[in-house]
């Protein structure tokens, strides 16, 4: 498969997520294109590792810039300060009160 699951991604990516989380679990890996591989996280203990315990442990790879096209300048794609303004703005809505359990 030349384009990895890109399609498949673009098509439907909601769709596209839950069925890999139906059918890998917390943790996924698919392709972008014939080259990038992306993992798709879904463990909260490993997310929080991610994105706040070990963050600085974790770099995205030049290849992530693949998304940008996709889903745009955000959380998810981006680096270093900008990801930092993002993060705190978006930060006061996952208040547990807001979260519903």
């Not at 997520?17 to 679990?25: Q, V």
């Not at 940008?68 to 270093?80: A, D, F, H, R």
Request: charged share 25%; hydrophobic share 35%.
């Amino acid at each position: 498969m030349i384009s990895g699951h890109t399609k498949e991604f673009q098509t439907d990516p909601i769709g596209f997520l839950t069925r890999l989380s139906k059918e890998y679990g917390e943790v996924a890996k698919f392709r972008f294109g014939p080259f990038h591989n992306v993992y798709h996280i879904l463990n909260p203990d490993l997310i929080k590792q991610i994105l706040v315990t070990k963050q600085k442990s974790f770099v995205k790879s030049k290849d992530f810039n693949v998304l940008k096209p996709l889903v745009g300048e955000g959380l998810l794609t981006s680096e270093k300060d900008f990801h930092m303004q993002q993060r705190r703005l978006i930060q006061p809505s996952f208040k547990k009160t807001h979260i519903s359990q």
